[in-house]
């Protein structure tokens, strides 16, 4: 089995949890990161979801590829499916993505299905903040999730507006009541 790339946009950049041989920066096309996913299980329940990334169509995202080794795909596709399959609300997608060099590859990815009851339209910067700030599940706090991942998207010099300006609101807040 030949080697391929999965693409990383939220928490697949900072806890991968599988082995891969080669990394790159990487831009999808059509496709952008945004708080579209109501979390029932990792960072929030049924009765007081949170809020976590997916793909959404429109625009650019600008993430993390990583390249895996052709031994162990049928294990990392394993063990993708079961951790971003938990309620289907993400479709599995094979994408076109550029790495950081220029080249073109496919690479798997999860976005997510504006059919499924988890998807969350468009909310306001305070609706977002609030619900992620009351938010837990399975993984640990929903404010863990965001901060976690804008600090890996700030290591690796991506930036993401609407990641900053909640962080920044959650951050407030600490220094206010703290």
Request: proline share 1%; net charge negative.
């Amino acid at each position: 089995m030949s080697d391929f790339w999965v693409f990383g946009y939220g928490s697949l950049i900072w806890k991968p949890g599988f082995e891969y041989i080669a990394e790159s920066k990487a831009i999808l096309e059509g496709w952008n990161r945004c708080l579209c996913v109501y979390s029932w299980v990792h960072r929030g329940t049924e009765e007081l979801p949170g809020l976590v990334l997916g793909l959404d169509r429109g625009g650019n995202c600008e993430g993390l590829a990583r390249l895996v080794s052709g031994e162990k795909r049928d294990r990392v596709i394993a063990y993708l499916r079961e951790r971003e399959l938990v309620t289907n609300v993400y479709q599995e997608v094979w994408v076109d993505i550029t790495l950081q060099g220029g080249e073109r590859v496919k690479a798997l990815t999860y976005v997510v299905d504006r059919k499924h009851q988890q998807y969350a339209s468009r909310h306001t910067i305070d609706e977002l903040v609030e619900m992620i700030r009351r938010s837990r599940g399975q993984s640990g706090t929903n404010k863990d999730y965001v901060c976690s991942t804008y600090s890996s998207l700030r290591e690796l010099d991506i930036n993401d507006d609407v990641l900053e300006k909640i962080v920044a609101e959650l951050e407030t807040e600490v220094i206010l009541h703290g």
